[in-house]
Structure formats: structure tokens, C-alpha cells
């Protein structure tokens, strides 16, 4: 999905609000050992925006198909309390 198809799906104006989002959704992810969602989101050139990837050591393909093969319908969706606390682990991460 491109930035400016997700930013018009969630009728925002810009998308800047979308950093915030993904930033909070590959979070996450990275805490619960899931592939990085967040690499699907992909910009005009069809290239995943540097900053939504985990592992910055493997071409972006490979975690996306790691996305695609991952069983997401059978994880019970995070409530916003869960992305908050995904956001201050990983703040906990970057202090060190």
C-alpha cells in the first residue's frame, strides 16, 4: 500500500500523522517478535520508508514476505494501551 493510498483510507490531509502511527504499529511488532508490518507501507517508487524496518541488514522483500506469511488473523489485536507500552520498551532500548 502506498503512504498517500493509506493517508486518503484514513482521510487524513497530510501524511505526516502516518509516521506516528507506523512508528507505533513496527514498534510493536519489533517488542512481540512479529515481522514489521510497517514495510508493506511503501512510498511513491514502491520502496518502504527507511525508518519502518527492523532489521536494516535485509533487503526490504525479504521482511515483507515475512509479513505476508505471518498468521495475523490469529493474534488478537493490540489495544492502545499495548502500543503505548511497545513505545516506552522501545524508548528503553535506545537509552542504553
Request: charge should be positive; include cysteine.
Given at each position: 500500500m502506498r503512504y498517500d493510498d493509506l493517508r486518503v483510507l484514513m482521510d487524513y490531509p497530510t501524511n505526516q500523522p502516518l509516521t506516528s502511527i507506523l512508528?507505533?504499529?513496527?514498534?510493536?511488532?519489533?517488542?512481540h517478535g512479529l515481522p514489521p508490518l510497517t514495510i508493506i507501507v511503501?512510498?511513491?517508487?514502491?520502496?518502504?520508508?527507511?525508518?519502518f524496518s527492523i532489521d536494516h541488514n535485509k533487503p526490504p522483500y525479504k521482511e515483507q514476505e515475512?509479513?505476508?506469511?505471518?498468521?495475523?488473523?490469529?493474534l488478537i489485536p493490540p489495544t492502545a494501551a499495548e502500543f503505548q507500552a511497545a513505545m516506552a520498551w522501545s524508548k528503553t532500548l535506545s537509552a542504553d
Open positions: 512508528n507505533n504499529v513496527m514498534q510493536y511488532c519489533r517488542q511503501v512510498n511513491q517508487a514502491g520502496v518502504p520508508g527507511a525508518g515475512a509479513v505476508f506469511a505471518q498468521e495475523w488473523f490469529k
